[in-house]
């Protein structure tokens, strides 16, 4: 049963962020529009991707640190959280994008960190 418990908790944050920068990914798709050249499409993708390619290199060097992985997640959902109350939002906006992108964020890190002191105390 540990044994399963232990796989779970390795397992699970590692899968989540990995859907999670794929969603990611999938929301600068926006960017395309018919009236936009080929050039500024790939340039909105590439700014749209600057999240997602710096989570991803958050979790490669957390696949292996679970504390970097934890700690950077939930300072990143915390900063998109900050983000969108800065922007002068209606409150109803703040939080549902604050529940679709900063919610799961701060998951994934609570999932890392566990996985981290289930590993320290072993």
């Given at each position: ?16 962020s990995i859907l999670f920068i794929i969603f990611l990914a999938l929301m600068s798709?926006?960017v395309i529009s018919p009236e936009l050249s080929v050039g500024q499409i790939a ?80």
């Open positions: 049963m540990a044994r399963k418990v232990g796989r779970f908790i390795y397992w699970t944050p590692r899968l989540l798709l926006d340039l909105g993708m590439l700014v749209h991707n600057i999240p997602t390619i710096i989570m991803l290199v958050i979790l490669i060097i957390s696949w292996k640190r679970e504390v970097v992985g934890g700690i950077a997640f939930i300072l990143a959902g915390l900063a998109y959280i900050i983000f969108t109350t800065q922007a002068n939002l209606p409150w109803y906006l703040v939080l549902s994008w604050s529940s679709t992108i900063a919610a799961p964020a701060i998951f994934i890190g609570i999932l890392f960190l566990l996985n981290w002191f289930k590993k320290k105390k072993v």
